[in-house]
Antibody, heavy 124, light 112 residues
């Protein structure tokens, strides 16, 4: 069974950093692009960023709202994708979801499955 | 303000057919980018419902169908069931500015 499990969420003060992990199982992790999304409490879905597989350079794309503050990376040997979040703001408070991207091009991207999500609360 | 526009809510009785619209513009749906749909049951993560405008992943009932025309797309649900009560989101890509994946604001489906 294909499964994604996020971890690392919690309460963090504005301006601080946090790293989320997404542990994958049930598929060959290194063959797939991965993406992160978030959902603020009571709000809709928002794309955060995308990382291609190593076969396509492992390059990344980010939403304008997080570019320069967030970094996505991957460790194919451990089947883990990471979301490093720096200079956190109160508006970054959300449930963060990890997803698998069955396509290479982000502009064609659809995402399946989704992890259960991990809550990040940015507050003093 | 979402880039893609969905009605905030729709409703229908069991067994009925409902549609959810997703309206975009010339920089996203109208530019030829595919539309995908997700279902989010209360308190759970989103689940892929339709990809590539009209394709159903394995396991999704054929009561769910998608279509796209011009700058809009639609999700149709026939034979409405109580377990279909959820939030539904459309997603595409927008090429304006630096490019981004974009969503509709979500539609709450209530089964009466």
């Amino acid at each position: 069974e294909v499964q994604l499990v996020e971890s690392g969420g919690g309460l963090v003060q504005p301006g601080r950093s946090l790293r989320l992990s997404c542990t994958a199982s049930g598929f060959t992790f290194g063959d797939y692009a991965m993406s992160w999304f978030r959902q603020a409490p009571g709000k809709g879905l928002e794309w955060v960023g995308f990382i291609r597989s190593k076969a396509y350079g492992g390059t990344t794309e980010y939403a304008a709202s997080v570019k320069g503050r967030f970094t996505i990376s991957r460790d194919d040997s451990k089947s883990i994708a990471y979301l490093q979040m720096n200079s956190l703001k109160t508006e970054d408070t959300a449930v963060y979801y990890c997803t698998r991207a069955p396509v290479v091009a982000v502009e064609a991207g659809w995402f399946d499955p989704w992890g259960q999500g991990t809550l990040v609360t940015v507050s003093s | 303000q979402s880039v893609l526009t969905q009605p905030p809510s729709v409703s229908g009785a069991p067994g009925q057919r409902v549609t959810i619209s997703c309206t975009g513009s010339s920089s996203n749906i109208g530019a030829g980018y595919d539309v995908h749909w997700y279902q989010q049951l209360p308190g759970t993560a989103p689940k892929l419902l339709i990809y590539g405008n009209s394709n159903r992943p394995s396991g999704v009932p054929d009561r769910f169908s998608g279509s796209k025309s011009g700058t809009s797309a639609s999700l149709a649900i026939t034979g409405l069931q109580a377990e279909d009560e959820a939030d539904y989101y459309c997603q595409s890509y927008d090429s304006s500015l630096s490019g981004s994946l974009v969503f509709g604001g979500g539609t709450k489906l209530t089964v009466l």
